[in-house]
């Protein structure tokens, strides 16, 4: 039962496809070339189609349970058999062509990957679930540096920026669900805080993943800098000021301004490409 439809649905499109343009995007920024920024963006797609099939397997039973209907799975319109065979070969094309982009690179991605596979598989119940998320985001910039001419490692400050942006988006893809996550004995460190704290906080490393962006890269900062800082503090305020106020258990205001945060330090990030790799 289930056709391919529900197998793509199955995969989480949305950040998969979010993830990989990022990163193609980072790689033609920082000077790679077509062939290169090509490879790179099948890599990392395959190791999030495998991450993304991995948690719905992993969570099947609960969701079935839980009368997820929006999950593939649970549904009955993806069967079990056709996404852990398309989970195994997502994993393996993984492997293969995160090495084609060399070595070093290769395992850093590789590591990231693993991360996500290990949240999966049981951190994400427990209060280091912000963890994987931190390292795996943290490495993305290795994936694109690794591969040039001496291996040079990025800049500490992209990696801290990818680590705080892990962070963020962690506590953004949770916020929606937190109650929910509750019901069915998912206990991360969002769902730790509860909804209330965890509205407040999630702006936070965001922020701060904007101000290092800004703040990090040499030469002086530029106008479209500061003002992306200055809407990424906006909306951090306007979340703060939302949840204080007593923001109703099912307004997407703090989610909505969290992930226009996100995606501010994403933009921030893809234009600081050029700075990734040694002059």
Sequence with gaps: MGGGSGVVRAC???????????????????????????????????????????????????DTAAGRTDKPLAAGTAARGAVAAATAAALAACVVLSLAAGRAAGAAHLTGVAAAWAYNLGIKRTAASWV????????????VT??????????????????????????????????????????????????????????????????????GP????????????????????????????GARPGSRLPFLATLGMAMTAVALLVLNGGSLAPS
């Design 12 to 62: 989480h499109p949305e950040p998969t496809l979010s993830v990989t343009a990022l990163m193609t995007a980072l790689s033609a920024a920082s000077g790679r070339g077509p062939t290169a920024c090509a490879l790179i963006g099948a890599a990392v797609m395959c190791g999030q189609l495998s991450v993304g099939w991995c948690n719905d397997l992993v969570d099947a039973a609960r």
């Design 218 to 245: 040499p030469g002086p900062v530029g106008r479209a800098g500061w003002a992306a800082l200055a809407v990424t503090a906006g909306l951090a305020a306007a979340t703060t000021a939302a949840t204080s106020a």
């Design 132 to 143: 994987p998320y931190a390292l795996a985001f943290g490495l993305l910039p290795a994936f």
């Design 146 to 215: 690794l591969g040039l001419p001496g291996r040079p490692w990025p800049p500490a400050w992209a990696m801290a920026a990818g680590a705080l942006l892990g962070v963020g988006a962690h506590f953004t893809n949770v916020l929606p669900d937190i109650d929910a996550d509750l019901a069915a004995g998912v206990r991360g460190l969002p769902q730790r805080l509860g909804r209330q704290r965890s509205r407040v906080l999630a702006p936070l490393p965001l922020l701060a993943a904007s101000a290092v962006l800004v703040l």
